[in-house]
């Protein structure tokens, strides 16, 4: 069951423009670093899947699709890897793929909080 935004074209266009740019950064032969320490593209990783999680799984309150947003997450997180390791420019990393994975765990925990009906109550304040 779809959450009642009326406005889910725009935050749907919205999260399709997080996932492209997710892509980006992950296939980009200079990506962005945000931290400077060892390891640090872990966290990165799990903010940025957390980020989309979190976002997605607000569209959805039933547990069956929250649980489909999180693995096609998990598999764009997979498949993203491979690519890394096809690239000649990345590298393939098994420990980028958990780090995807406890964001998106973590994105549908934050979900569960009261905070994962900031888009409704955003629109609240944008439409009326």
């Known amino acids: 069951m779809q959450t009642k935004l009326r406005l889910s074209r ?3 266009g919205i999260g399709w423009l ?3 740019l997710v892509l980006y950064l992950s296939l980009t032969p200079h990506p962005l670093t945000l931290f400077a320490f060892e390891n640090a593209d872990k966290l990165e990783h799990a ?3 957390a980020a989309l999680s979190f976002w997605f799984c607000q569209f959805y309150r039933q547990k069956w699709s929250r649980a489909r947003v999180m ?3 998990l598999a764009l997180g997979v498949a993203i890897e491979y ?3 096809w690239t000649g420019y990345r590298t393939f990393d098994v420990l980028d793929m958990l780090a995807d994975g406890v964001g ?3 994105g549908w925990l934050l979900v569960l909080t009261p905070l994962g009906r900031v888009l409704m109550h955003i629109e609240r304040f944008l439409v009326r």
């Open 10 to 12: 725009v935050w749907l």
């Open 47 to 49: 903010c940025a899947y």
């Open 71 to 73: 693995l096609a997450l």
């Open 83 to 85: 690519v890394q390791g």
């Open 18 to 20: 997080l996932v492209a």
């Open 104 to 106: 998106v765990l973590g």
